[in-house]
């Protein structure tokens, strides 16, 4: 703009131009010259407005300096003059920082983000990409949240692919061999299938429901972790693998009585230990300590039938055993499986299928296996508290403090959930009061809530005595059809004509855990039944015998000294009192069809 003075013709502008030479030096880069040409005629004529003039042609390169920072990240954005051209230039000196605030919002959120920010003609490339013939093409009302730490829009494709169905259909089985075809969504966990199987199925929620991932083939199965993406779980099965619906009461049974479940003999420390077996807990939920687990169990050779007893130690990094003896030595240690991407297995029929030493036989599966038997790492121990103890730890060893929230939100739950939507219990559990048969009539206990729990139960029409209307057939000398005959057959804890093995492995299947029992009919008199009692991991049969008096059928555990008028009374009454068993009835297997 100098340069265009000087060419001035002479008088006014001439005077102009001597006032322009006597203000600060600016540099040439500074006047924007094209951009702002010189109008001689309204410099002579307004001087005042020649000084506003200049003051904004400065104000004016000055924000376009401080700006340039902001545009130059952008290869293509920089602004642009009233000629059309692009304002490339070097850098801006430090001073202009001060003017840096008078930038606009959107510059300042801009800048203030540490990536690169695509050019201006590439994000609008990408804007016609998202408009899409189903979305109109309205204008961003917060352009400032466009950028790239925090993008609005979400491409095709750009979700998981797991997520791009909604929901799915997944057929479960229960164990009678029913099945229910259920539309879950795709990020639906088991303990929301649970719910929902519970829910349509009349069962009482009593948080014990489990689904059961079984595989037939390989004579595995396990139960599904209350965390576990049902739809992640499915993609890995095989054709003839498929989940089931049951009881497990042993889920988080080591909660609660963790003595039962880690046998000092078979725990080791790594570092010295502070407390007794919640300690043990901590530590198996801390990520920093190292508990192990240790002793002797069969191991299978991969590909091979053959078996072999090793020293085995579990560590948070997997299973290891010892090529010499019991020594824990690195150098004399070699590693067996890993249990981050594998799954812990039950043997369904070991000895049949693998011919395993033990009944006692878990699986260590990598997930990637789905019907192959030579990755797998089969392994057995000597008993039944052995095989609970290595299963519990692989299970706290992989998902750790999980396995904790998934036991504590259910009594969480339960203070916020309203009165209406809490379980129903069963008539049998409603009624459990504590009486005495050891006389011919029967007495209730002199106790203020007992002798009201009582008066509770007259209302009950099946708790009269064998002399009200028959419920199958009318009455005959010869064959009594009385109601205190058959009105157990309609409670869930009874099984009806099964075997001892069946029984066996009905308990099993629900959880090893103290309390936990069925009645059954008796296979070698046709008139008792047996009451099949789990305890300390040890599965008992008691044999319940029919014992007359005055005329009236009875049944009783201890030889006719506590009798009780049908078999639902002895339940409720054993569900209170310990008596001639080990311990009291808790938990009774049940089987629901769906």
């Known amino acids: 703009m100098g340069e265009r003075g000087r060419r001035m013709p002479a008088g006014g502008a001439g005077t102009r131009v001597d006032q322009v030479e006597q203000t600060p030096p600016v540099s040439p880069r500074d006047l924007a010259g094209p951009g702002f040409p010189a109008q001689p005629d309204r410099l002579t004529n307004h001087q005042e407005d020649d000084v506003d003039l200049e003051a904004l042609v400065n104000d004016v390169s000055a924000s376009l300096e401080s700006l340039y920072p902001a545009c130059s990240m952008q290869s293509e954005t920089v602004p642009l003059l009233q000629n059309g051209q692009h ?114 199925s009349h069962c009482v929620d009593d948080n014990s429901w489990t689904l059961v991932e079984h595989h037939p083939h390989l004579g595995l199965e396990r139960y599904l972790e209350d965390h576990e993406l049902v739809v992640q779980v499915e993609s890995t099965l095989a054709s003839d693998s498929k989940f089931l619906f049951r009881k497990n009461y042993a889920k988080y049974e080591f909660f609660k009585n963790p003595t039962n479940f880690f046998p000092e003999q078979m725990v080791t420390w790594c570092q010295q230990p502070n407390g007794g077996h919640n300690q043990l807990l901590q530590n198996f939920l801390n990520c920093s300590s190292c508990p192990e687990i240790q002793g002797f169990l069969h191991v299978k050779d991969l590909g091979k039938k053959s078996w072999r007893k090793l020293y085995v130690c579990l560590r948070r990094s997997g299973l290891y055993c010892s090529t010499k003896g019991v020594s824990k030595e690195p150098r004399h240690l070699q590693l067996l499986a890993g249990l981050e991407d ?166 099993k299947q629900q959880g090893l855990v103290d309390g936990l029992f069925l009645l059954r009919d008796s296979q070698s008199n046709p008139k008792a039944f047996v009451l099949t009692l789990c305890h300390h991991q040890k599965i008992k049969n008691f044999q319940i015998l029919p014992c007359e008096d005055d005329g009236q059928i009875y049944f009783s555990l201890d030889d006719g000294n506590t009798k009780f008028s049908d078999l639902i009374q002895l339940v409720d009454f054993y569900q209170l009192n310990k008596g001639v068993l080990p311990c009291k009835l808790r938990h009774h297997c049940i089987r629901v069809a769906l």
């Open 342 to 507: 594998s799954s812990i297995f039950s043997l369904i029929a070991g000895r049949k299928q693998y011919c395993a030493p033990t009944d006692y036989g878990f699986c260590i599966k990598p997930n990637k296996v789905r019907s192959e038997t030579k990755e797998l790492r089969l392994l057995c121990a000597e008993d039944e508290q052995g095989r609970t103890c290595w299963m519990t730890a692989c299970r706290l060893l992989k998902y750790g403090m999980l396995l904790y929230q998934n036991y504590r939100i259910p009594s969480q739950r339960k203070p916020l959930l309203p009165s209406f939507s809490t379980p129903v219990r069963s008539v049998s559990e409603n009624s459990l009061v504590a009486m005495d048969f050891s006389g011919q009539t029967g007495r209730v206990i002199e106790n203020p809530a007992e002798a009201q729990s009582a008066a509770l139960e007259e209302g009950h029409a099946w708790r009269k005595r064998s002399t009200r209307m028959n419920i199958l057939s009318s009455q005959s000398p010869l064959q009594p059809s009385t109601l205190s005959t058959v009105i157990h057959r309609t409670q869930h804890w009874f099984h009806g004509h099964i075997s001892r093995e069946e029984s066996h492995r009905i308990i």
């Open 87 to 200: 304002a490339r230039s070097q850098p801006p000196p430090s001073g202009t920082r001060s003017l840096q605030p008078q930038a606009s919002p959107r510059l300042q959120v801009q800048r203030s983000q540490p990536v690169h920010i695509l050019a201006v003609r590439r994000l609008q490339e990408e804007g016609e990409q998202f408009r899409t013939s189903s979305l109109p093409a309205i204008p961003n009302p917060f352009p400032e949240l466009c950028g790239p730490g925090s993008p609005p829009l979400l491409t095709r494709g750009s979700l998981p692919p797991s997520q791009a169905a909604a929901k799915q259909d997944v057929k479960i089985f229960s164990e009678d061999g029913t099945s229910k075809v259920v539309e879950i969504l795709a990020d639906m966990t088991a303990r929301d299938l649970c719910q929902l199987l519970v829910y349509r």
